[in-house]
């Protein structure tokens, strides 16, 4: 895996998911993080490594940026006593805000921030792109003019089965974007009707499901648009190659990581043709922007690379290496990573299986989360009573906590409502409660 999704897996997520006591951890080099084993150990075999031909993800005294190739990582910087200068640049797009790291190989970090989301509306409702645009090169602006220089390659990460589609012909979007917990209910029997049973797509927030939905609703610019998941297009603002996605990114659309292809039953479809092509997370897809390179003064040679999703970021940042380890992370919305030997998909109860190098991430994600406290208090009023509760307390209600109608994990139902409002103060303190036993129960498997 290249050096800028390390730059998110180490640092990112930090703040929420890490104490101070396992930085030592994080700031070794990732050889010693996350040892691989050979897959035939595991009884899983890949068309393709990530890592070095050794087996391991070394970046020791050479720094390895670049392109997944079938005999290990196909170098694209310079190493030796140059790569002392070189720093890493990774930006984490989540659901209400944007952050990025700059380090270098050592781990150190040189320059953080973060932004929230600009309230860009059109009508009534919040304009995604032009949001996640300004972001962005907000986020740009804020590194620091002496280090832009050193700058060697750059990743993004974002949410989950975010969905765009493009014109490929202006790069313009054909319609709003589908966001990361929205349902298309729609397209869901027709998703059904060409996947194999209970296969991760089969889930109406699905990436795919959002595709059909946006594809039947449409009679023009089918033959121009593509498809692009939210760190997709985010990378695309800065290389300017239509088109490129992750094999993380890319599951909810019906990818195979296994098989390292789109599988047969996707191909068959007409709407096939607005699939990405899809690289390993982490491969060099190519030079930044010169009119942006020029602009921020990043180095010559600097690369952009595929990036990954939000969670699997999270899960990494928290350092856990050996099979059976999990990690929850707890945000907008709550999510549930388990490193496995085994690969497990059921779309029944939301549970899907990503690809990490020889191992799976298996889990899954619930609308739970802080979104739920962020509708109803300011954060003001988040402060106050969260001083009024004993979390040691048990609760004696039955509360199920969601923002809207609607579940993903650990049970997939569209039409799951949401228990009856209760009193601010119980409801801050139910919220937390709550989602700690839908954690829970996520483990024991209901």
């Known amino acids: 895996m290249s050096y800028p999704l390390y730059i998110i897996y180490f640092r990112v997520f930090r703040e929420v998911h890490i104490d101070r006591e396992m930085l030592p951890l994080l700031q070794a080099p990732l050889s010693r993080r996350f040892p691989c084993s050979s897959p035939n150990k595991l009884g899983c075999s890949f068309s393709r490594k990530l890592y070095s031909r050794s087996g391991s993800c070394n970046f020791g005294n050479t720094m390895n940026i670049g392109r997944a190739t079938a005999s290990g990582i196909e170098s694209c910087s310079?190493?030796?006593?140059r790569d002392s200068k070189w720093l890493y640049l990774g930006m984490d797009f989540g659901t209400s805000g944007a952050r990025y790291v700059l380090i270098?190989?050592?781990?150190i970090i040189h320059a953080e921030g973060k932004r929230e989301y600009p309230k860009a509306t059109v009508g009534n409702e919040i304009n995604w792109e032009r949001s996640w645009r300004e972001t962005l090169f907000l986020l740009l602006e804020d590194l620091p003019v002496s280090l832009l220089p050193h700058v060697s390659s750059i990743s993004v990460d974002g949410t989950s089965a975010t969905t765009l589609i493009i014109d490929s012909a202006t790069g313009e979007l054909l319609c709003r974007p589908f966001l990361y917990n929205e349902s298309c209910p729609d397209s869901l029997a027709m998703v059904k009707s060409i996947a194999p049973e209970n296969h991760t797509v089969c889930s109406s927030s699905s990436t795919l499901c959002k595709l059909i939905s946006w594809w039947n609703s449409r009679d023009s610019h089918?033959?121009?648009?593509?498809?692009?998941?939210?760190?997709?297009?985010?990378?695309?603002?800065?290389?300017?190659k239509l088109g490129v996605s992750d094999?993380?990114?890319?599951?909810?659309v019906g990818y195979d990581p296994e098989a390292d292809s789109y599988p047969s039953w996707l191909l068959s479809q007409s709407f096939s043709k607005l699939l990405p092509s899809v690289?390993?997370?982490?491969?060099?897809?190519?030079?930044?922007k010169e009119d942006i390179r020029v602009k921020y003064g990043f180095a010559n040679g600097c690369i952009v690379c595929t990036g990954t999703t939000d969670s699997i970021a999270a899960f990494l940042a928290a350092g856990a290496t050996e099979p059976g380890k999990a990690v929850t992370s707890m945000g907008s919305t709550l999510a549930v990573k388990l490193l496995s030997t085994c690969r497990i998909d059921d779309a029944r109860f939301g549970v899907y299986s990503h690809r990490l190098d020889d191992k799976w991430l298996v889990g899954g994600a619930s609308n739970t989360g802080g979104a739920v406290l962020k509708k109803i208090f300011t954060d003001e009023q988040l402060e106050i009573l969260s001083k009024q509760i004993n979390p040691s307390e048990p609760s004696p209600l039955d509360y199920y906590p969601l923002p809207a109608v609607g579940e993903r994990f650990p049970v997939?139902?569209?039409?799951?409502v949401p228990s009856p409002c209760i009193s601010k103060v119980l409801l801050d303190y139910v919220?937390?409660?709550a989602s700690s036993l839908i954690e829970l129960v996520s483990y024991l498997g209901q």
């Open 78 to 81: 310079i190493s030796g006593e």
């Open 104 to 107: 270098d190989k050592h781990g």
């Open 222 to 240: 089918k033959q121009s648009a593509v498809l692009l998941h939210q760190a997709d297009w985010l990378l695309w603002i800065l290389h300017g």
């Open 247 to 252: 094999y993380n990114n890319a599951l909810k």
């Open 279 to 288: 690289k390993a997370p982490g491969t060099s897809i190519g030079l930044v």
């Open 412 to 416: 997939e139902d569209p039409k799951m």
């Open 431 to 433: 919220v937390a409660r």
